[in-house]
């Protein structure tokens, strides 16, 4: 049955890609990012793609721009050399077919696996890369607490089935290692891990070591930081497309996507070459809007379906959380976890500030003691950073403030109780672990 259904996947690809009749124009104008099409524009739209013979290689690119003069198209693969009057042809637009046997597989941003484990079996249903969020007014509701087993997560910004997080850092803060340790998490379903402009030592990593547990209810999509442009704008559209499919299903799933900033940064690149003008830090206009709509996809599905619950790294140019992008990201999403650099160099990980850290779902979780706990823990801990000048330079005297007293006494077993390595094992019980710790 399996060699029958890739044969059937094989010929349905084949007869997608080569249709019996193709409209066909000429290349005009080649640049190092894009190249010029004429003879097309009336059978194009935006977004569709268009394919190139050259050098015994078949060259897709995306259209970005339509004029009467011709069709700005960019390249999946910038690496090929194109030809004046090479003939290109309208390839339609891009399109998922996943599968539940797509499960423990890696793939591109293109569904082509690099797994080496033979090719993928498609999917009866095609899923957009660029489909609608769910109607806000049939969404499910959210009221299924998760817990991610990493400790101050679980104590001061704890999470919901279905909602959408993101960690805020610069880079070497540790992003990608508290990501390896929610990828631990339990009660899913599914799990879909994008990663967009990774370095490619750490894939291999990544998959062998954090998402091992996980590996087989898996599905990766890879997009190195040595790919173009249009691939690691790709890359989380299509790890999109594969969640939704899940979710469909009835599946819970957990996305995870590394970084969506280098998503932005793909897309600037793209926007520019389209001829769109550089507004805030060099990011055109469409990335802004652009973000929401690909961010708005994940969360609860619609009455009947299962839920995305989504896990998003940003990457703080320069340690500025007020960058456009970050500040934009942070708007839309249920929440956000800031990565201090501070608190990494001082060894303690994860980074996590607290005091800056917001779920935005949390009194989902809580009990109404526990709301009140996690209060006065931030109250004393903002007591303790904000008199840390104060008592190095020998300005505190024990005993004449009892708040500050408290906040010394315990602020440093609270700090200790959060400390969690990456190879150690996930947390159970939160604040029963907390509680230990400070009677310790």
């Given at each position: 049955?399996?060699?029958?259904?890739?044969?059937?996947?094989?010929?349905?690809?084949?007869?997608?890609?080569?249709?019996?009749?193709?409209?066909?124009?000429?290349?005009?104008?080649?640049?190092?990012?894009?190249?010029?099409?004429?003879?097309?524009?009336?059978?194009?739209?935006?977004?569709?793609?268009?394919?190139?013979?050259?050098?015994?290689?078949?060259?897709?690119?995306?259209?970005?721009?339509?004029?009467?003069?011709?069709?700005?198209?960019?390249?999946?693969?910038?690496?090929?050399?194109?030809?004046?009057?090479?003939?290109?042809?309208?390839?339609?637009?891009?399109?998922?077919?996943?599968?539940?046997?797509?499960?423990?597989?890696?793939?591109?941003?293109?569904?082509?696996?690099?797994?080496?484990?033979?090719?993928?079996?498609?999917?009866?249903?095609?899923?957009?890369?660029?489909?609608?969020?769910?109607?806000?007014m049939n969404r499910s509701r959210i009221d299924k607490p998760l817990r991610t087993g990493v400790r101050v997560i679980d104590l001061f910004t704890p999470l919901c089935e279905g909602q959408r997080i993101g960690i805020f850092a610069g880079s070497g803060v540790g992003k990608s290692t508290?990501?390896?340790?929610?990828?631990?998490?339990?009660?899913?379903?599914?799990?879909?891990?994008?990663?967009?402009?990774?370095?490619?030592?750490?894939?291999?990593?990544?998959?062998?070591?954090?998402?091992?547990?996980?590996?087989?209810?898996?599905?990766?999509?890879?997009?190195?930081?040595?790919?173009?442009?249009?691939?690691?704008?790709?890359?989380?559209?299509?790890?999109?497309?594969?969640?939704?499919?899940?979710?469909?299903?009835?599946?819970?799933?957990?996305?995870?996507?590394?970084?969506?900033?280098?998503?932005?940064?793909?897309?600037?690149?793209?926007?520019?070459?389209?001829?769109?003008?550089?507004?805030?830090?060099?990011?055109?206009?469409?990335?802004?809007?652009?973000?929401?709509?690909?961010?708005?996809?994940?969360?609860?599905?619609?009455?009947?379906?299962?839920?995305?619950?989504?896990?998003?790294?940003?990457?703080?140019?320069?340690?500025?959380?007020?960058?456009?992008?970050?500040?934009?990201?942070?708007?839309?999403?249920?929440?956000?976890?800031?990565?201090?650099?501070?608190?990494?160099?001082?060894?303690?990980?994860?980074?996590?500030?607290?005091?800056?850290?917001?779920?935005?779902?949390?009194?989902?979780?809580?009990?109404?003691?526990?709301?009140?706990?996690?209060?006065?823990?931030?109250?004393?801990?903002?007591?303790?950073?904000?008199?840390?000048?104060?008592?190095?330079?020998?300005?505190?005297?024990?005993?004449?403030?009892?708040?500050?007293?408290?906040?010394?006494?315990?602020?440093?077993?609270?700090?200790?109780?959060?400390?969690?390595?990456?190879?150690?094992?996930?947390?159970?019980?939160?604040?029963?672990?907390?509680?230990?710790?400070?009677?310790?």
């Open positions: 049955m399996n060699a029958l259904r890739r044969l059937e996947a094989a010929v349905m690809s084949g007869l997608a890609e080569v249709p019996l009749v193709r409209a066909s124009g000429c290349v005009r104008e080649v640049a190092p990012t894009h190249f010029r099409v004429t003879g097309l524009s009336a059978h194009l739209r935006l977004g569709e793609c268009v394919a190139v013979e050259a050098d015994g290689k078949r060259v897709i690119g995306e259209v970005v721009r339509l004029d009467a003069d011709g069709a700005t198209v960019k390249p999946f693969d910038e690496r090929v050399a194109l030809g004046m009057g090479a003939t290109a042809y309208k390839s339609g637009a891009l399109a998922f077919r996943p599968d539940p046997s797509w499960k423990g597989r890696v793939i591109n941003a293109l569904g082509q696996p690099l797994d080496g484990a033979g090719p993928l079996i498609l999917g009866d249903l095609a899923m957009p890369l660029d489909a609608d969020p769910p109607e806000a508290l990501l390896s340790m929610l990828a631990r998490c339990e009660g899913f379903d599914t799990v879909v891990v994008a990663l967009v402009g990774e370095r490619g030592r750490e894939v291999r990593e990544f998959l062998e070591g954090p998402l091992a547990p996980n590996r087989h209810r898996a599905v990766v999509v890879v997009a190195t930081s040595d790919e173009s442009p249009m691939m690691r704008r790709l890359a989380p559209r299509a790890g999109f497309a594969v969640a939704e499919y899940f979710r469909d299903r009835g599946d819970s799933v957990l996305l995870i996507v590394d970084s969506v900033t280098r998503y932005a940064h793909a897309a600037r690149d793209v926007a520019l070459a389209a001829g769109e003008p550089a507004v805030a830090r060099g990011y055109a206009p469409s990335v802004f809007s652009t973000l929401p709509r690909l961010l708005e996809r994940a969360g609860p599905g619609r009455e009947g379906t299962g839920s995305i619950s989504a896990v998003f790294s940003v990457l703080v140019d320069g340690d500025d959380h007020n960058d456009p992008v970050a500040d934009a990201i942070r708007g839309t999403l249920d929440g956000h976890i800031v990565l201090d650099r501070a608190i990494a160099d001082q060894g303690r990980f994860p980074a996590v500030n607290v005091l800056r850290s917001v779920s935005r779902l949390a009194d989902l979780v809580w009990t109404s003691e526990q709301r009140d706990l996690v209060r006065r823990l931030r109250g004393l801990i903002a007591r303790f950073e904000d008199t840390k000048d104060l008592r190095l330079m020998g300005g505190y005297t024990p005993g004449t403030d009892a708040e500050l007293d408290q906040a010394v006494l315990l602020v440093p077993r609270i700090y200790d109780a959060l400390r969690q390595y990456a190879d150690a094992p996930p947390g159970g019980d939160p604040f029963a672990e907390l509680a230990q710790a400070i009677r310790g």
